[in-house]
């Protein structure tokens, strides 16, 4: 087998990835190789052809596959840039050797001195969440549904129910009833809606679809196709309140309940994983536990707002040309430490000379708490899961180095 | 008085519009910036909205994703889609290139939003 030498390899040209070679090209990185499992780049903004990307990064509203031509775009500006389109990567070492699998060209293997890993996530399916009754057809996650309808033109169903009320599945609650499909219902089991508001508005309230919150679905009935599903709104400890179950008739259930980081190859490699993001475990310049390998985007943790990617992508890119120059910073990195409702906060390690931003999702909805950061702080009327907070940590606050800095949302005392 | 939420942008800003027919101004709180009040001010008259789907492309299975240019009238949506669902498209097409001009009557044009040869 021949082997290439290189000296990044980008693994997964979504939004991540593209923005990550790019600002390493344009940092002076001399060959990477990017690498695409489909035959374009783009990543999932390809089938997110709703508007509302780009808002922050452009300062314009943007639909998916137009916010991914922009960074497309940029890359003819950087022949540096390899883009390997059909091109599965299988395996990554610690050495940082990679196997890649093409249909053409067979099995390629190369050597990099450094990697970053941008291959994004994957929904949760349906044997994540253990719902009993029986299997029929009928059931997608709602990514799959956008796929099918997006780029292959297919209708998953006549009917369909929504369970989880992320922002995939509400953006495709929209896009089933413009193309007439009646959606019946979503169901979601938590108090409030874990997607934006403005979908909730323009994607369910627009359409009159009833959102049941507190409710979950807890038998799937029907023999080759789905025929039904029974919903039953839950107790405070999320049990379902058997007595009040009702039934949905339908032929199609969209799960909309979460993505997971995709991190086979991080572990391949040696990279330590964050139990709870589920994503590597990160320093403020995106550097995992193994030295020269770095990960961005919904591979590192799950973003709201392909926005941050972009921008965490470019940090990203810069972190690893200044890797390979040999700047590769060996200053200690403070862990940060989850504390009072924090679900996630990434990167996971902060820096005592530069400013980090930070990612922090909450546990529970909640009013007038303050942020605190070691010694900073912010109020905050209202923080809730669905909505990470992003907080820029200056270091110069700390009065002395801690062994660690504790993260939390505080409610106000009076005293 | 009627009560918002922006779709802008990601905040949702809760927007309050106190009694639009009582005075000839309208009184808009809750909005953080110019496009929040425009939008309050375009929801409680006439609501609009972006249209995005996908379109046929002539002699080839792929789809085109297609947009409105600008937010059309909300009540057109189901009409509009009626007429992008008849649209046939040949390529080449850039982002921007416009398909349909003055979507179901209205006036807003369906536009490509992919670059596709």
């Known amino acids: 087998m021949r082997r290439s030498r290189i000296d990044l390899a980008v693994i997964g040209a979504g939004p991540a990835g593209l923005a990550a070679a790019i600002a390493a090209a344009k940092a002076g990185v001399g060959r990477i190789a990017l690498f695409e499992r489909q035959t374009e780049p783009g990543g999932i903004l390809q089938q997110c052809i709703h508007n509302g990307f780009g808002l922050y990064y452009f300062r314009e509203e943007l639909t998916g596959p137009e916010y991914a031509q922009r960074f497309i775009d940029r890359l003819t500006d950087y022949p540096q840039i390899h883009l390997q389109t059909a091109s599965t990567v299988v395996k990554i070492t610690p050495q940082r050797e990679i196997y890649v699998v093409n249909e053409q060209t067979g099995i390629r293997y190369y050597q990099a001195k450094a990697i970053i890993l941008a291959m994004g996530c994957r929904e949760r399916p349906r044997g994540a969440l253990k719902i009993p009754g029986t299997r029929p057809a009928g059931i997608f996650t709602a990514g799959t549904v956008q796929q099918l309808m997006n780029i292959y033109g297919l209708a998953p169903g006549k009917e369909a129910v929504i369970l989880g009320s992320g922002d995939i599945g509400l953006i495709m609650a929209r896009r089933l009833t413009l193309e007439g499909i009646k959606v019946r219902a979503v169901v979601e089991i938590l108090p409030c809606s874990t997607g934006l508001k403005r979908n909730l508005v323009q994607c369910l309230e627009d359409f009159s679809i009833p959102l049941y919150l507190r409710h979950t679905v807890t038998r799937i009935n029907g023999e080759k196709r789905l025929t039904s599903v029974t919903v039953a709104p839950v107790n405070q400890d999320l049990q379902p309140i058997k007595e009040q179950a009702f039934t949905l008739p339908c032929d199609t259930l969209i799960l909309s309940v979460g993505l997971i980081p995709e991190n086979e190859l991080s572990l391949m490699a040696g990279v330590e994983l964050d139990p709870v993001t589920k994503g590597p475990l990160l320093t403020s310049t995106y550097q995992t536990t193994v030295p020269g390998i770095f990960a961005c985007g919904n591979v590192a943790h799950v973003h709201d707002l392909v926005d941050d990617v972009s921008i965490e992508g470019e940090i990203t890119g810069q972190a690893a040309a200044a890797f390979l120059n040999g700047e590769s910073p060996t200053e200690p990195y403070i862990p940060l430490r989850t504390g009072r409702n924090i679900r996630t906060v990434v990167p996971q390690y902060v820096s005592l000379s530069n400013t980090t931003t930070l990612y922090i999702r909450p546990l529970f909805p909640e009013e007038d708490v303050t942020l605190k950061v070691g010694p900073a702080t912010r109020r905050f009327k209202a923080v809730t899961p669905g909505e990470t907070i992003r907080f820029r940590f200056d270091p110069t606050q700390l009065k002395s180095k801690p062994e660690k800095i504790p993260v939390s949302l505080e409610v106000e005392t009076c005293d | ?117």
């Open chain 2, 1 to 117: 008085m009627t009560k918002l939420t922006c779709i802008v942008c990601p905040l949702g800003c809760q927007i309050t519009v106190a009694d639009p027919k009582m005075s000839g101004e309208l009184h808009i709180t809750g909005h953080r910036c110019v496009r929040g009040r425009t939008y309050a001010q375009t929801e409680i008259t006439t609501p609009r909205r972006v249209l995005t789907a996908v379109v046929a492309i002539e002699n080839s299975p792929r789809l085109l994703p297609v947009k409105t240019d600008r937010p059309l009238p909300k009540e057109l949506l189901f009409t509009a889609m009626e007429e992008v669902k008849g649209i046939r498209v040949k390529l080449p097409v850039k982002v921007g290139t416009v398909l349909r001009a003055n979507l179901a009557g209205s006036d807003v044009n369906l536009v490509a939003s992919k670059n596709m040869a």
